[in-house]
């Protein structure tokens, strides 16, 4: 016997109450509390959904719910994963190589102020980055919460802090080697920012590959 | 994983083990398939093998394919090119495994 949808938006339901938030890890758990109620009932349990439902929980909730913390782990180990493979591509330092152009040419041809300036929306770029590609995927599915999406943000959040450790030595500027310290450090931030930003866009490509059979 | 913690660690190896003989398993199936395969004896819980999958996801070794069954979603794991030449290493340390512990356990048989 086949669950009803209602059943299933139940247990969904029960699931997103118990703290499983993630709709990606939500659902797979959601197929196998169902797939356990199928076949206890094919197998002649006529106590209906909802009592079968509770002998499950009152079973197995406690083993259901310890690969929710799990989870979070694997999405971060994916999201470092696949970042470590992109720091890899050729396009990274030459990111970088461009971004030390870049800034070594506004030292040269603007005032140090605007210089500042400059360095100080470095750590901006990529949260705009990580904001706009969250606030897109949210709006393409209807607001679900998906971990490995949400987990980009402890990356994204850790870099924004990296460019303050730089933009310290640009208050003086006295010789060569804060020039030097300044604009590497500014292009490295601004480097890993960029590529978290590519990492996001393949992330949520492979999400919507994912889940583009369905309707 | 009821049990043994003996099996724990060939957790990953049996997984694999299954893809690799399937072109695609969900997580309910393969506990059933475990199951009926060790006659009730090895029952893999939810709490051990959502974990392992995820990893071995993580790792590149699993690809997911999600489709609608039933009026829900079902995530569907197959194993990727490297996966299946993982799978042949993990095979074989198993086997070795097992070809050391008969020679401690039982020399006769070994």
């Keep these: 016997m086949k669950l009803t949808k209602e059943d299933i938006q139940f247990i969904d339901t029960y699931l997103d109450n118990s703290d499983v938030v993630f709709a990606d890890i939500r659902m797979e758990m959601v197929d196998h509390v169902a797939s356990d109620i199928e076949e206890r009932m094919a197998a002649g349990d006529t106590r209906g959904f909802y009592n079968v439902f509770k002998g499950y929980m009152v079973e197995n909730k406690a083993q259901l719910l310890k690969g929710n913390k799990q989870f979070l782990k694997s999405a971060d180990k994916k999201i470092w994963k696949t970042f470590l493979k992109e720091l890899k591509n050729p396009i990274t330092p030459l990111l970088f190589l461009v971004s030390c152009i870049g800034f070594y040419v506004l030292y040269q041809n603007f005032t140090l102020e605007t210089f500042r300036w400059c360095l100080s929306i470095v750590p901006l770029i990529g949260l705009t980055g990580f904001i706009l590609t969250y606030v897109v995927y949210q709006g393409v599915k209807d607001n679900k919460r998906f971990s ?20 310290i030595r640009t208050r003086e500027l006295k010789d060569t080697s804060d020039l030097f310290w300044t604009i590497g450090g500014a292009s490295l931030a601004l480097t890993l920012m960029l590529v978290l930003v590519i990492i996001s866009v393949k992330l949520f490509l492979s999400y919507e590959k994912r889940f583009k059979n369905i309707a | 994983m009821s049990n043994s913690k003996l099996y724990k660690g060939s957790l990953t190896t049996i997984i694999l083990k299954l893809l690799n003989e399937h072109d695609k398993m969900y997580g ?7 199951k009926a395969l060790t006659k009730g004896e090895l029952k893999i819980t939810e709490g ?10 993580a790792e590149g070794l699993l690809d997911v394919e999600v489709a609608k069954v039933d009026n829900r979603l079902r995530k569907y794991y197959k194993l990727t090119e490297t996966g299946t030449k993982e799978t042949v290493n993990k095979l074989e340390e198993l086997a070795e495994y097992i070809k050391t512990m008969q020679a401690l356990v039982n020399p006769k048989l070994a």
């Design chain 2, 48 to 57: 051990a093998l959502y974990p392992a999958l995820h990893k071995l996801e």
């Design chain 1, 148 to 167: 490995v999406v949400e987990r980009l943000a402890f990356p994204f959040l850790a870099f924004y802090q990296l460019p303050n450790i730089f933009l």
């Design chain 2, 28 to 34: 309910y199936e393969i506990t059933q398939h475990v």
